[in-house]
T-cell receptor, first 109, second 116 residues
């Protein structure tokens, strides 16, 4: 079992739909990160969470430390949101990231 | 541009050749990480440095791989006697680890290696 599990692996949505991507982890963490990766490889940090909820524009991220679970929500999805969304956790002590396998999102116009 | 840079962006090599990649972190960052990402997978940790000291190496890093960070600035990752299984995107990230930080990492654009 991977230490960081994401679901779904692939997601296709119509423009305007509300999208949820889930992440569960099984290790002790100092923080959880949601990252976005576009074709070509560049990774951009969307959120860093240690508790509660954060919002940035149409993106919302939540974390439940007790349940070791986080969700990324996209409201009013748009084709430009199409990308791979990766959940990563930073490990207490080393702070290295352990990544989920990513969720490939495609938003259709 | 003051972000993390990596060179080259793409490298095609023949099996058995040696390759070296370079990563230039954000200037004030004291930590530097290398990750490897194969197609359709999330990145996997390879190694990390705090200043010039290499503090951890993954079991993924065979004897053919070596990484250095002389003077605690840029870092190089060398792969000797490349194999087709080494084909992947090699990602570098840097961060500043201080007393009041969660160590957010900033990623470079990656070096895509293809071994023929």
């Amino acid at each position: 079992k991977n230490e960081v599990e994401q679901s779904p692996q692939n997601l296709t949505a119509q423009e305007g739909e509300f999208i949820t991507i889930n992440c569960s982890y099984s290790v002790g963490i100092s923080a959880l990160h949601w990252l976005q990766q576009h074709p070509g490889g560049g990774i951009v940090s969307l959120f860093m969470l240690s508790s509660g909820k954060k919002k940035h524009g149409r993106l919302i991220a939540t974390i439940n430390i007790q349940e070791k679970h986080s969700s990324l929500h996209i409201t009013a999805s748009h084709p430009r949101d199409s990308a791979v969304y990766i959940c990563a956790v930073s490990i207490v002590g080393t702070y290295k990231y352990i990544f989920g396998t990513g969720t490939r999102l495609k938003v259709l116009a | 541009d003051t972000g993390v840079s990596q060179n080259p962006r793409h490298k095609i090599t023949k099996r058995g050749q040696n390759v070296t990649f370079r990563c230039d972190p954000i200037s004030e960052h004291n930590r530097l990480y290398w990750y490897r990402q194969t197609l359709g997978q999330g990145p996997e940790f390879l190694t990390y440095f705090q200043n010039e000291a290499q503090l951890e190496k993954s079991r993924l890093l065979s004897d053919r791989f070596s990484a250095e960070r002389p003077k605690g600035s840029f870092s190089t990752l060398e792969i000797q006697r490349t194999e087709q299984g080494d084909s992947a995107m090699y990602l570098c990230a840097s961060s500043f680890l201080g007393t009041l930080t969660y160590n957010e990492q900033f990623f470079g654009p990656g070096t895509r290696l293809t071994v023929l």
